[in-house]
């Protein structure tokens, strides 16, 4: 069963920075590209950062780019998000997700999500 497991939300002050992790069973992990897609509140999906299997590539959408970094450890089956300069707007439910298609920018997987909300 695969099963994705977010931790590191919280509430932070604009500007702050958050460090959101995503341990992943259930699965060959290093042989899945895999993303980070929010939802905020009253808003539809966003897929805004992704990583290749062997994370020699990354995406990130452009509203985000420059504040986030994407990393994993393949080793530690583990899905790292690093957001900084956070802006009340980025506050959402940060979902960890396997990816299905890097070029449509799909997903089959989420977990259960983590909740970041910035405060101004």
């Known amino acids: 069963e695969v099963q994705l497991v977010e931790s590191g939300g919280g509430m932070v002050q604009a500007g702050g920075s958050v460090r959101l992790s995503c341990a992943a069973s259930?699965?060959?992990?290093?042989?899945?590209?895999m993303a980070w897609v929010r939802q905020a509140p009253g808003k539809g999906p966003e897929y805004i950062s992704a990583?290749?299997?062997?994370?020699?590539?990354?995406y990130y959408k452009p509203s985000v780019g420059g504040r986030v970094t994407i990393s994993r450890d393949n080793t530690k089956n583990t899905l790292v998000l690093l957001m900084n300069k956070l802006k009340p707007e980025d506050t959402a439910l940060y979902y960890c997700?396997?990816?299905?298609?890097?070029?449509?920018?799909?997903?089959?997987?989420w977990g259960q999500g983590t909740l970041v909300t910035v405060s101004s």
């Open positions: 990583i290749s299997a062997h994370g020699g590539t990354t």
């Open positions: 997700a396997r990816v299905s298609s890097w070029r449509l920018k799909t997903t089959d997987y």
């Open positions: 259930g699965f060959d992990f290093p042989e899945y590209d």
